[in-house]
Structures are given as C-alpha cells and as structure tokens.
C-alpha cells in the first residue's frame, strides 16, 4: 500500500493538508505511535459500545444456523420478529453477560494484530502482507480465550419458551429475570461439565480456528485494499473516514462469504455437541444440500454492516485519539 514505507517517526510533515499526495495516502498508524493508555480505556468502552448493537444479531444468526431447515424461523426478519414476540427485548440478549467476557479477547486480538504487524515490517512493508500474517495471528490468539466463552453464550442463545434448540436446557421459568441471572449460565456449565468435562468449553476450538482464522486474515487486506480503491475514486476533499467506513462493510461481506460455510459447522459442532467436522460437513450436505453451508449468511452480513462501519470508524478514530501529542501535526485526515 503506498505511504506504508513512510509511516515511521519523523519530522512532521509540513505540506499543505489539501494536496492532492495528502488526500490520496491513507496513513495507517502502527504500534509504536500509540499512547497505549488511551487505546485500552477507549478500546474497552468502544467495543462494549459495539457489542450491545450487534449482540441481537449473532444470536438470531447462530439460531438460524442450528435450526433444521426451516422449521423454526424462515429467515432473519422473521426471527427477529419472532423472538422479540415470545421474550422480548430480553430474548434478544440471552447469553449477553457471558458474552461480555470476550471483551478479554478483543483486547487481545488488537494487541496482538498490532505486535504482530510492527515485528512482519521487519521483513516485509507489503501492507497486504502484514495485514494477512497480522490478522491470523491475532484471530488465533483471540480464539483460544473466546471459544469457551462462545460455547456457554450459544448454549444461553438456544434457550426458548416451547421447543428445545441446543443439547442442553436449562431448569426453571425462562421468562422474567431468569434472562438476566447468572443462574442459567451456572446451570448451563454444569451440564457441559456432566456431559463432556473441561474439553466440553473447546468443544469446536478447530471449527473456530478454521473459521476465524481465514476470516480476520481476509478481512484486513480486504479492508485495506478497497479503501485505497475508493480512495482514488472519491473527490479528493473526501475525509478518508468516508471511505474507511465504506470498506469496513465491503471487507466484512467479502469475508463472511468466503467463510459462512466453516461458520456453521462451528456453530453445529459447538451447540450440537458433534466431534466430528467432516461428519458434521456430511450430515449437513445430507440433511440440507450446499445451500445449508449459506444459512445464517444473510443475517451475519446484517449484522457485520453496521457493527463494521462502528468498527471502522471507532476503531480508526481510537487510533487518532491515541495518538502521541507529538505525532498529531504529522498526520493528515
């Protein structure tokens, strides 16, 4: 990616800001122009911010994706809908609480993406290459925190008045401040406990690894790479926020697309208690032909349109925000 050569500090930049050069290069800030204090306090508030507008999402998604056919729900509309008539709000955020603990994982998902970027520039300025190696790495390390986590939170989201979802339901009322009480979780973990024991919470580790991995890894050279096209598309006097925000969405269906087929394996795997990926790759193309691998595509690009715009800007906005005082005149918007 042009400019990428030039990222390291030095004496700020005293062109004009309005120069076409200036428009045209996208400055990515790196690691070491980081003050690291303010991006963990605005990182955690950003992604918490993030969580609670998509959650509702993921959950409908990873419903659609366990669900046999179409017995429960004809789609992401429908779902919504329906959730939201038989619990609530409330139903919306079933496995929430739980779910935040991946705040731990987000955490170390950008540590590690921006570690690893500063170590691939050592031998490599390819942008493309940084982002790949970069992304993996991160998604790798953020997977082996979040997967237990995933696994308790998608047993929660299975949990509804009437026909049983997942392999396992909780005891008691789920109406009322059951939705909210920890009660359900510890019920939850102690039947994955009876059932598998410790390797029951990295039930689907691999599926994720192998989801996810190609996900992130995708996602930023994806991302990079269409904000640098729209760059030399848009109107020069176009904040490179614009853009930014515009192949966030693009990069994440790119992604989703290439992705969805592993994603739902992983959710099987995970809340059907299944041990075999290729067994749950048979059964599914027998149960559901090619076309069961797309289920739920639709509503994880729903859902990542907008979280990823938020992503983007507030991500590249913390960025800014952390910036090093006497880095600040040196960078052009």
Known sequence: ????????????????????????????????HLDKKKFYVFGVAMTMMIRVSVYPFTLIRTRLQV???????????DAFVKILRADGVAGLYRG?????????SGQCYVTTYELTRKFVADYSQSNTVKSLVAGGSAS?????ITVPIDVVSQHLMMQRKGEKMGRFQVHGNLEGQGVIAFGQTKDIIRQILRADGLRGFYRGYVASLLTYIPNSAVWWPFYHFYAEQLSR???????????????????????????????????????EGKSSIVLTFRQLMAEEGPWGLMKGLSARIISATPSTIVIVVGYESLKKLSLRPELVDSRHW
């Not at 056919?69 to 509309?77: A, I, P, V």
């Not at 790798?140 to 082996?144: C, E, G, H, I, R």
Request: hydrophobic share 40%.
């Open 233 to 271: 598309l848009c109107p020069q006097e176009c904040p490179h926020i614009v853009f930014q925000a515009i192949s966030g969405p693009l990069a994440a269906a790119t992604a989703s697309i290439l992705t969805n087929p592993m994603d739902v394996i992983r959710t099987r795997v995970q809340v």
């Open 96 to 104: 929430f609480l739980v779910n935040t603990f991946t705040l731990i």
């Open 67 to 77: 669900q046999k056919g179409k017995s429960l729900y004809h789609g992401t509309f």
């Open 140 to 144: 790798l390390v953020a997977q082996s």
């Open 1 to 32: 990616m042009p400019g990428d050569s030039e990222l390291a500090v030095q004496e700020p930049d005293r062109r004009s800001p309005g120069t076409m050069e200036d428009k045209r290069n996208i400055q990515i800030i790196e690691w070491e």
